[in-house]
């Protein structure tokens, strides 16, 4: 399944306390039930004004989907073409 990263721009999401990113997460992973296996979160990494989420998924409209269903925003949606790493420079 292709993989994506998500910027989503929110403002002071930094300082957003534990127990309100602990509800977004259900949040997000309601709405992925109810859409089915064809789009998966993997991780996201908070930072002071942005969340970063890694997803899989069939397709980047089932990713937009989920951020619409979801009311979060998805200011960008870009298809993970390869990775790297350290052991990338080893081979």
Not at 3 to 31: D, H, M, N, W, Y
Not at 33 to 57: F, L, R
């Amino acid at each position: 399944m292709p993989k994506f990263v998500i910027e989503r721009a929110i403002p002071g999401v930094g300082a957003t306390k534990a127990a309100e990113l602990k509800a977004i997460s259900q949040k997000s992973c309601s709405v992925l039930h109810e859409m089915g296996p064809d789009v998966q979160w993997v991780q996201s990494y908070v930072t002071g004004d942005k969340i970063y989420c890694i997803y899989n998924a069939a397709n980047e409209d089932l990713v937009r989907e989920h951020a619409r269903r979801g009311g979060f925003p998805a200011n960008s949606v870009s298809r993970v073409m390869s990775m790297i790493d350290p052991t990338t420079a080893e081979v």
